[in-house]
């Protein structure tokens, strides 16, 4: 079975850093694009970065400079270090699996940037 967990949500004051993680299971991690997308309350849910599986990166504009997504394929994890947070950064974060058409979600990490 098939399963995405998010960690390493928080609350951090704005400037700081957070590292999230995804643990997935159940798939050919190695050959999945990883990714992670965001939802503020009341909005869309919106791409943050993926990452291919040959480590290809693509990040939203919002969050270049500041945020790097990278993967572990031997212990079948992507992760997001955050940096220079910002109050707008709030948000619940997904991770996603796409694999052959398919795309996987997890049940969100809450990030919350604020004094």
């Known amino acids: 079975q098939l399963q995405l967990v998010e960690s390493g949500g928080g609350l951090v004051q704005p400037g700081g850093s957070l590292r999230l993680s995804c643990a997935a299971s159940?798939?050919?991690?190695?050959?999945?694009?990883m990714g992670w997308y965001r939802q503020a309350p009341g909005a869309r849910r919106d791409f943050v970065a993926t990452?291919?599986?040959?480590?290809?990166?693509n990040y939203a504009d919002s969050v270049k400079g500041r945020f790097t997504i990278s993967r572990d394929n031997g212990k079948n994890t992507v992760y997001l270090q955050m940096s220079f947070l910002k109050p707008e950064d709030t948000a619940a974060y997904y991770c996603?699996?796409?694999?052959?058409?398919?795309?996987?979600w997890g049940q969100g990490t809450q990030v919350t940037v604020s004094s």
């Open positions: 990452i291919t599986s040959k480590g290809s990166t």
């Open positions: 996603n699996a796409s694999l052959m058409g398919y795309d996987y």
């Open positions: 159940g798939i050919r991690f190695s050959i999945a694009t």
